[in-house]
């Protein structure tokens, strides 16, 4: 899809004035920003920033769902094995010489 934009003198600056098709593609309306980024390849994007902060938003959920299942699988863990501090992760644990006898 192209669509022509038309640029306006407003005082100092200039105006780009987008047409229905592309505000309606953008999912924005007047009083709303945009977000241009400039592309490794010389090109500009637009965008609204409401994407930007929702995608953020979504990535942020993510992480701190991660965060807490890992606090509550080590703190589990520390209950099992009495330890009151935290304890390293299960990759770095040392194993005792009685796991070394059973896994032999």
Known sequence: MVIELK???VGNSVEVVL????????NVGEGD???LTDLPDGSLRVTPTNEGREKFTKQMKAAES???????????????NGQKTACRPMAYRRKSSSENRRRT
């Open 33 to 35: 920003t945009l977000a």
């Open 19 to 26: 047409p229905k098709e592309a505000l309606a593609r953008l």
């Open 66 to 80: 991660i965060v807490r299942r890992y606090s509550q699988h080590a703190a589990r863990t520390r209950q099992m």
């Open 7 to 9: 640029l306006r003198k």
